[in-house]
């Protein structure tokens, strides 16, 4: 009863932002604003046109609309709140809301993560295991990573938060952020947090480091295959290879700084959590649509389409 008293001593939080200026505070809202209407429409017309276009049924794009929807999921979880924020004088967010938000960042971040891999996995098959390509991944290879997926990220924000929702916050209350993140919000616990801040760094940053590692091998070895065996059909297999590497490095590089060493007083953190979370979700569209003739042949037929059926009714 006592843990949650003090747990529940605290109502709210107070995210500090980015600025204190209300000039700057319009302007980031402003620009928010529009990153987040550019994710939602890029990653929309991505997740669109592979479900309507045939060209686009194969399994390299059934996991770039899933990964599309992913991030969809992760911006939508925090950006419009704080979008909203920009224009109040006080950025506040309820204890509760807090936590929810924390969730919902790490379980969609997880998946993410474990779709990369599973990417990864099918561009090695497909440059390295070419004939045996359509056998190995097949409709229930690709259901199974897609679940494996979800259960991972389910795991990995569950893992972490079923002990921080634990935890007696009694004050401080401020967040030196625009959202709420893990290691911001653990070092509020009137309560000695060493445990928990190991279980982040093992759970969040080894985590990624791994993955991450283990990433690039991969796409070393397929990068070696090419180079050894060069043919017209590894070459259509890799032309989205060198967007993967792009689109890996920046979501991998801000998540194990902040992961990694996310105790420690880094003024970057709160700079490298916005490009983590907000500018990853919008380059991912324009890597995989400008870098990709069939994607953009795709958007262009769906588009033409349905202002084709707009003229014609």
């Known amino acids: 009863m006592d843990l949650l008293n003090n747990r529940s001593s605290i109502s709210e939080l107070i995210l500090l932002?980015?600025?204190n200026?209300?000039?700057?505070?319009i302007f980031f809202f402003v620009i928010f604003f529009l990153v987040y209407v550019a994710i939602i429409v890029g990653n929309l017309l991505i997740v669109i046109s592979v479900i309507l276009d045939n060209h686009l049924h194969s399994?390299?794009?059934f996991f770039l609309a899933n990964l599309s929807f992913f991030d969809l999921c992760l911006s939508s979880a925090f950006i419009p709140n704080v979008i909203?924020?920009?224009l109040r004088k006080y950025n506040t967010i309820s204890f509760w809301g807090c936590m929810v938000q924390m969730f919902f960042l790490h379980f969609f971040g997880g998946g993410e993560m474990s779709l990369l891999i599973a990417m990864a996995i099918d561009r090695y098959v497909a440059i390295c295991k070419p004939?045996?390509?359509q056998t190995i991944m097949n409709r229930r290879v690709l259901i199974v990573f897609l679940l494996l997926s979800w259960a991972i990220g389910f795991t990995h924000t569950t893992s972490q938060m079923v002990f921080t929702v634990g935890l007696p916050f009694?004050?401080?209350?401020?967040?030196?952020?625009i959202f709420c993140d893990l290691p911001l919000v653990i070092k509020l616990a009137c309560t000695d947090t060493y445990v928990l801040e190991l279980l982040v760094i093992a759970n969040s940053g080894l985590l990624s480091l791994i993955c991450f590692i283990l990433l690039l091998i991969s796409y070393t070895v397929m990068l070696v295959t090419?180079?050894?065996h060069s043919s017209s059909a590894s070459s259509k297999a890799v032309s989205t290879l060198s967007a993967?590497?792009?689109?890996?490095?920046?979501f991998f590089g801000p998540a194990i700084f902040i992961y990694a060493f996310p105790f420690k007083s880094y003024s970057a953190d709160k700079f490298l959590s916005v490009f983590y979370s907000i500018i990853t979700p919008l380059l991912n569209p324009i890597i995989y649509t400008l870098r990709n003739q069939e994607m953009k042949a795709a958007i262009k037929r769906l588009t033409s389409y349905h202002i084709g059926s707009c003229l014609t009714s």
């Open 84 to 86: 909203s924020d920009f």
């Open 21 to 25: 200026s209300q000039e700057i505070q």
């Open 244 to 250: 993967h590497i792009t689109v890996v490095t920046l």
């Open 59 to 61: 399994p390299m794009y």
């Open 17 to 19: 932002g980015l600025s």
């Open 226 to 228: 090419i180079g050894q």
């Open 170 to 177: 009694c004050g401080p209350s401020v967040v030196d952020s």
């Open 131 to 133: 004939l045996h390509y």
